[in-house]
């Protein structure tokens, strides 16, 4: 059984930063693309950061040059640190992985989702 376990959100100020972690455990082979989600009331889940097993990464407009997502592939662990906040980051952060439980498998996993709410 694998699961992604995220930590990290809460309450900041505009301005203030954030780090999300993201931890898999269980019965992991491999790790392919690890990603950061959000999703804020009344609107679509949207792809705010992603990394590659290799370490490349890509980031939502939005969010280029303020978060940086990052990985340690030995913790089997996926960050995203958050700078520079602003009100309309508020949304729940969701961690998913592209991970290989078996030999002859892939599969999709999501975390369980953190709050960051930017407020004053």
């Known amino acids: 059984q694998v699961q992604l376990v995220e930590s990290g959100g809460g309450l900041v100020q505009p301005g203030g930063s954030l780090r999300l972690s993201c931890a898999a455990s269980?019965?992991?082979?491999?790790?392919?693309?690890m990603r950061w989600y959000r999703q804020a009331p009344g609107t679509q889940r949207e792809l705010v950061a992603g990394?590659?097993?290799?370490?490349?990464?890509n980031y939502a407009d939005s969010v280029k040059g303020r978060f940086t997502i990052s990985r340690d592939n030995a913790k089997n662990t996926v960050y995203l640190q958050i700078n520079s906040l602003r009100p309309e980051d508020t949304a729940v952060y969701y961690c998913?992985?592209?991970?290989?439980?078996?030999?002859?498998?892939?599969?999709?996993?999501w975390g369980q989702g953190t709050q960051v709410t930017v407020s004053s």
């Open positions: 269980g019965s992991i082979l491999s790790i392919n693309d």
């Open positions: 990394v590659t097993s290799g370490g490349s990464t």
């Open positions: 998913y992985a592209r991970i290989r439980p078996s030999l002859y498998t892939f599969r999709d996993y």
